[in-house]
């Protein structure tokens, strides 16, 4: 599975857009980009998947550039509960794949 | 509605005592997982299972095993535990090669 580069930390004024960037330079063709965040002591929780296309859904937008070599996580209107350690994962479903490597994740804080 | 539980949530154990840690899922899942995480690492997994009487090894395998005799369970045993292995354990079950759902942890201290 492809690696992938995360700013630390981010900070976000509640009520605007916060738009968190990941760079997945050695993505391969078959590869998909997951985001995942995870609430203090809470276990991880899903909140997209693309493969070439922008997606979204209820929770946020994923925006991946044509090349595929990065992508941005777009929550349109943060709340205090958006904070949380936002994983930006890489990770080939094809058949026997489905485990999930998480790396250090950007930590978001939202900002009353 | 359907979910996935860990139990106990807290332990706390003597090195080298033997220790089980549950996860149970109710959405009929064939995938399910164990990870550990550790401040520094994130999350590593440690053992996954594809469907009744399958499992294989993670990154972290060692001194840890499971075993998979129905749909719903995969119990995750410490045959003798470590100082080492305190951590928050978290179990996740998956349909598909897509989202994995996670349990709410539970916080192993081996003292």
């Known amino acids: 599975d492809a690696k992938t580069t995360q700013p630390t930390s981010m900070d976000c004024a509640e009520g605007r857009a916060a738009n968190l960037p990941c760079n997945h330079s050695t993505i391969s063709g078959n590869e998909y980009v997951y985001w995942y965040r995870q609430i203090h002591s809470q276990g991880p929780q899903y909140i997209i998947h693309?493969?070439?296309n922008n997606e979204t859904n209820e929770m946020a937008s994923l925006i991946i550039t044509e090349d595929r070599k990065s992508s941005t996580l777009i929550l349109p209107h943060a709340t205090l509960r958006d904070t949380a350690v936002y994983y930006c994962?890489?990770?080939?479903?094809?058949?026997?794949?489905?485990?999930?490597?998480f790396g250090k994740g950007t930590k978001l804080s939202v900002i009353p | 509605d359907a979910e996935i539980t860990q139990s106990p949530r807290h332990k706390i154990t003597e090195t080298g005592r033997q220790v089980t840690l549950a996860c149970h899922q109710t959405?009929?899942?064939?995938?399910m997982f164990w990870y550990r995480q550790d401040l520094g690492h994130g999350l590593r997994l440690i053992h996954y299972s594809y469907g009744v009487h399958d499992t294989n090894k993670g990154e972290v395998s060692d001194g840890y095993s499971v075993s998979r005799s129905n749909t719903e369970d995969l119990p995750l045993t410490l045959e003798s535990a470590a100082s080492s292995q305190t951590s928050v354990y978290f179990c996740?079950?998956?349909?598909?090669?897509?989202?994995?759902?996670f349990g709410p942890g539970t916080r192993l201290t081996v003292t």
């Open positions: 959405w009929n899942h064939n995938n």
């Open positions: 994962i890489v990770r080939d479903s094809g058949a026997g794949s489905y485990q999930l490597t």
């Open positions: 693309g493969l070439k």
């Open positions: 996740a079950s998956s349909r598909s090669s897509y989202e994995q759902y």
